[in-house]
């Protein structure tokens, strides 16, 4: 029997501020335990909040980002449940007026697995979303051997909850949904998005039912993710194993499961069998948000999104949709290759380049891309001399090497290494007829209609002339003189 996967994301991402969401203290990974405290993200009694506006601000524009419709207007509301990361027993969230509603993330190729991007099921989809809210994070606990330690810096950082439609088909899916996600959030400036600092977390519901019936399978809760490929293994495990369960006639209940990364696999936390009653009520500290002037301020921030500059290096550059998609992946990498290629004489040469050696040459020294010590314009130099003949593509690769290592000008190394070619035809056509002078063997077998001898005669004009002579031009001039019949000094 063939099984059918769904699968529905609950996505948290902590939005990038200065200050928390209700209070003032700073937002900072790394801080001692506690460093960033104060009453009103500590629950303190007496303690009042007031609203970030700039958390305000960037979730609008996440949620313009994302095709969302944003509410007219939204309130906040206490979540009440008792842990002890979350001191005043209650979280400020949002439940029936979220700031956002609908939408969709589009996932595109290279968002997929590399293993699975030959494969993908369903190209150019796009997974719909239900809402973002807006609410706080809680605190970090600790566990240790026979105590726990709760460290309140993150307690009260802005937090956007996004939440997916239930229509991810496969954890490839779900790992091309973050990966999509993720770089749309970073072109926006909204999140570091950096899951091994815990600031894009998420849960995953996972269901499986035989093929044909409509109705969903129990829905199983992989809680608290924090790495891409780790949503892909626990989901692909997971999917087995209620494959298996269903295979061997047990019956699957709803219930909540952690993922192990060191043995590979889920287990049981809790079973759940109603919803979590959190008793929501509109927080009266908080007073409803009108969202006009957020969306007006949000849309003067839109950047361009990756999917438009996926098609605009296509029909700007005549670049491969795959080199736009790669390009487009990194935001530094992008703003280099259009500042290189800005005043290039063949900018799509410089796609080569850039995708090739430079990003090699980055990688090999152990930098990111806003470390490259190669300025854009000193690359548009070295390939402008290699497309005006200047240079072999040969020796190019030379020049670049002590271009990254140096900083020097690729001028000023092919003038210091005597590297230019030689271009000049009335020079090259002596030199070609030193050698066909000197070479009547092969010069007669080309003549007889064995091309093999025209690389050894090229090859002569090159040793003759140090490395130097255009092999283009030399090669044209060869053939010529060759086919026609010419000898030293013409027919």
Same mark, same amino acid.
């Given at each position: 029997m063939?099984?059918?996967?769904?699968?529905?994301?609950?996505?948290?991402?902590?939005l990038k501020t200065r200050s928390k969401m209700f209070c003032?203290?700073?937002?900072?990974?790394?801080?001692?335990?506690?460093?960033?405290?104060?009453?009103?993200?500590?629950?303190?009694?007496?303690?009042?909040?007031?609203?970030?506006?700039?958390?305000?601000?960037?979730?609008?524009?996440?949620?313009?980002?994302?095709?969302?419709?944003?509410?007219?207007?939204?309130?906040f509301d206490r979540k009440n449940y008792f842990y002890p990361d979350m001191p005043k027993n209650y979280q400020i969230s949002q439940y029936d007026l979220p700031i956002c509603v609908g939408g969709a993330v589009p996932l595109h190729d290279l968002?997929?697995?590399?293993d699975a991007q030959k494969s993908i099921a369903t190209p150019d989809k796009k997974v719909g979303l239900v809402r973002i809210h807006l609410e706080e994070d809680v605190a970090k606990s600790f566990h240790y051997d026979t105590s726990t330690g709760v460290d309140f810096n993150r307690a009260g950082t802005p937090l956007m909850e996004i939440v997916t439609e239930p229509e991810i088909g496969s954890p490839e899916e779900a790992f091309a949904f973050l990966s999509s996600l993720r770089q749309i959030l970073l072109y926006g400036g909204v999140s570091d998005a950096d899951m091994e600092k815990g600031q894009l977390r998420c849960d995953c519901n996972v269901s499986v039912r035989p093929e044909g019936q409509a109705e969903f399978g129990s829905k199983i809760e992989i809680k608290n993710?924090?790495? &891409? !490929? =780790?949503?892909?293994? $626990?989901?692909?495990?997971?999917? @087995?194993?209620?494959? #298996?369960?269903?295979?061997?006639?047990?019956?699957?209940q709803q219930e909540t499961r952690r993922w192990d990364d060191a043995s590979a696999q889920t287990f049981l936390m809790r079973t759940k069998e109603n919803a979590h009653d959190y008793r929501y009520f509109p927080d009266p500290d908080l007073m409803p948000v009108r969202t006009e002037t957020l969306v007006t301020t949000a849309r003067a921030g839109m950047p361009e999104l990756p999917s438009a500059k996926r098609a605009r290096f296509v029909d700007?550059?005549? &670049? !491969? =949709?795959?080199?736009? $998609?790669?390009?487009?992946?990194? @935001?530094?990498?992008? #703003?280099?290759?259009e500042a290189a290629a800005a005043k290039a004489a063949k900018p799509k040469a410089i796609v080569n380049w850039v995708l090739n050696d430079l990003l090699s040459a980055v990688s090999?020294?152990?930098?990111?891309?806003r470390e490259c010590p190669l300025p854009p314009q000193a690359l548009t130099e070295l390939v402008d001399l290699i497309d005006a003949g200047k240079i072999s593509g040969k020796q190019g690769k030379e020049v670049f090497a002590e271009m990254f290592g140096s900083g020097k000008g690729a001028a000023t190394i092919v003038k210091e290494k005597g590297l230019e070619q030689l271009s000049d035809t009335g020079t090259l056509e002596a030199l070609v007829d030193q050698?066909?002078?000197?070479?009547?063997?092969?010069?007669?077998?080309?003549?007889?209609?064995?091309?093999?001898?025209?690389?050894?005669?090229?090859?002569?004009?090159?040793?003759?002339?140090?490395?130097?002579?255009?092999?283009?031009?030399?090669?044209e001039i060869l053939q010529r003189k060759l086919t026609a019949g010419e000898g030293p000094g013409g027919v």
């Open positions: 063939k099984y059918l996967t769904t699968i529905g994301l609950e996505v948290h991402v902590q003032a203290c700073a937002v900072e990974y790394g801080a001692g335990p506690n460093a960033h405290t104060c009453p009103t993200c500590l629950g303190l009694p007496g303690a009042l909040p007031v609203m970030n506006q700039h958390a305000l601000e960037l979730t609008t524009l996440t949620g313009l980002m994302l095709d969302c419709a944003i509410a007219p207007y939204c309130k968002a997929y697995p590399k993710m924090n790495t &891409v !490929s =780790g949503v892909r293994k $626990a989901l692909a495990y997971e999917v @087995q194993r209620q494959t #298996a369960e269903l295979e061997g006639g047990r019956k699957l700007q550059y005549g &670049v !491969s =949709g795959y080199d736009a $998609a790669v390009l487009a992946d990194d @935001q530094d990498l992008s #703003a280099y290759f090999s020294a152990g930098k990111g891309m050698v066909i002078a000197a070479n009547p063997k092969p010069v007669a077998d080309f003549k007889a209609g064995n091309p093999a001898p025209l690389n050894f005669l090229k090859g002569q004009v090159m040793k003759l002339s140090k490395g130097q002579a255009n092999p283009v031009v030399t090669s």
